[in-house]
């Protein structure tokens, strides 16, 4: 599956995709107007990179 379905089926990105590593985002607007807003966040790398165990709630 393509990383740009919502785009190849006419919908506007809304802000360029971000890539930290640890988390991935990207933004658009649907054909009816709605924005969506899709993140992943992988906690095990989050650690590689602040170096220290965190505690999520």
Do not use: C
Not at 6 to 20: F, K, M, N, S, W
Not at 40 to 47: A, G, L, R, T, V
């Amino acid at each position: 599956m393509s990383k740009n379905k919502a785009r190849e089926a006419g919908g506007l990105e809304e802000i360029e995709p971000q890539d930290y590593g640890w988390m991935y985002g990207r933004s658009f607007e649907g054909i009816d107007g709605h924005i969506w807003a899709i993140f992943h966040m992988d906690e095990s790398d989050i650690i590689k990179v602040i170096g220290t165990q965190i505690e999520f709630i």
